[in-house]
């Protein structure tokens, strides 16, 4: 299970080329492309941490960074 | 080196582009470095060419400042997410000093060896920076 993952904002493909690159052969970063239309995608990633961490207020929104920043990452435990 | 310790490095590394220290940067790099953007189709090689072009940087932006609020390491890289602020001075020909602020946001991609800093990769969410610093 990788520690890191880079949630990269569909608006920036060219950073998400290039990271996917530079962590391919890293087993403790993901890196992955937001192609979300309805939020699928975080979903699965918040159920990833939710199972991680029980304080709910220690979640990033990770939909806020990605309409603010290029990219989120979340660390896991 | 441990990812502490390139951790460590990289977090001087910004520490001297706030203190606008060019030596103390160039000190951190190795002797092969190189930096590159995805706008720019030319690398950055060495570290006079790095002073260099740290130089420009804050010719253009004198008082340029990156705040740092994420830092990642995994294994000899290092992703860091910053904020930039500086207010726009450099004159040229064709632009005049505006004392317009910055603020722009993007990331560096940094890879450590035993000289140093290696490799960097910016990533500017704009590439507005790039282009005022290419025109001056």
Known sequence: MARYIFIVSLRHRTLYDYLLQRFSDDPNAQVILDRRRGGRRLAE???????????????????????????????IP | ??????LRIIREAFEAWNAHDVDRYAALLDEGYVEETHTRPTPVRGREAARAAMQEYLRVLPDLHFDLDVMITSGDQVFTRWLVTGSYRGESMSRPSSGRQLEESGCTLSKLGEGGIVHVWHYWETDHILRHVAAQ
Do not use: F, K, Y
């Open chain 1, 45 to 75: 990633i918040s159920g990833v941490l939710e199972r991680r961490r029980t304080d709910r207020r220690q979640q990033p929104d990770v939909s806020e960074e990605l309409r603010r920043r290029s990219v989120a990452v979340v660390t």
């Open chain 2, 1 to 6: 080196m441990s990812q502490q310790e390139n």
